[in-house]
């Protein structure tokens, strides 16, 4: 296939090059003539990210870890590369903000990705926010520092990404005035690898068995999330602040199959969804090249290949997670800060063997108890409470016999 190209070149910084979303960010650029890649980042992972700049020669490669520098810069100049290592959050922070750079895709994990996120949307940038985790901590805060700044804050996860594209197209990418008349936005779920094992049989359940999704292919944290539900509780957050709705207008359905991604529904009964094979090029590439659209290498959907599309809806017993996000989602303020911080915590725990499958939602739950929920009036607010989530969360583990 020849290469693609967009309306107008642009230059592109990825926040966590190293992981899934970052890679097929990749995977994409090769396809796109006139898209250069600025900056790259990673966490720890020297290697992977060397190769990167290799191929991709960009100006800027991050290295979160500090220790990890000396490494890679020597790597780099062994080879010949003009690339300048910068290191730690001020790295992100400039990769990010950088005058040089038109595109920000927003890939790191958790709430580590957060200070880099909120960079590139208070510079302005078109930011694509595949990191959930930032616009869930500070919700209003992140979106007023893109209005202020003029920033188009572009939705990557599959299910927003597809109440997007099922949407009016404005010129601001997201806004009021698109949601006139909606009834309301069903998210999709595949409900993961567990959807139909015997609840008798999950304190069993090892990191190995939730790391393996029957559809997607992803990260660790993200796929136990998906095991859990806690990733749809997630969303269902992110959907509320991203759309500007209220949880009474938000609805999750189990979709096994993933090809229904999320659906629209209007005032005058009129239902669109978005339809796509289980790929995350497809949102990648509508936002990178958003308004307009690109051709990629991703799968095509051929429904006449397809089983039957199946639709349940979510058991709350099983998926305990799944009501904890949508409680924070209602209870707003702090408390979906309390329970991302409470999350991460515990799915570290449990990926780490020292904490049970279960244990996770019973974790959750019980930071969201003890912990008071506040208005989320200010990023030193939202961080006090991501850290009184956290060390209690910790003490909760500790003190648990598995």
Known sequence: MSLTRLDKAASLSILGATGSIGQSTLAIVREVENLSVFALSANTNVQALLAQ????????????????????????????????????????????????????????????????TLAAAGAGKKLLLANKEALVMTGGLLLNA????????????????AIFQCLPTVSAGISDEQFRHVDKLVLTASGGPFLRTPLGEFSEITPAEACAHPVWSMGSKISVDSA???????EYIEACQLFGLPPEQLEVIIHPQSIVHSFVHYNDGSVLAQMASPDMRVPIAHCLA???????????????????LEFLAPDLERFPCLSLGIEAAKAGGTAPALLNAANEEAVAAFLDERLDYLGIAEINAEVMAQIPCEPASSLAIIRDADAQARKLANLLISNRII
């Open 146 to 161: 893109a209005r202020e700044s003029g920033a188009t804050l572009l939705p990557v996860d599959s299910e927003h990404n």
């Open 290 to 308: 958003w308004p307009q659209r690109i051709q990629t290498l991703a799968p095509r959907l051929n429904l006449q290949s397809q089983p039957a």
């Open 53 to 116: 700049c290799l191929e991709f020669k960009p100006r800027y490669a991050v290295i979160c870890d500090r220790s990890f520098g000396p490494e890679l810069s020597a790597a780099l100049a062994e080879q010949g590369s003009a690339t300048e290592v910068l290191v730690g959050e001020e790295g992100l922070a400039q990769i990010a903000s950088a005058p040089g750079v038109d595109i920000v895709m927003a890939a790191i994990v958790g709430a580590a990705g957060l200070d880099s």
């Open 228 to 234: 859990t539900m806690m990733n749809k509780g997630l």
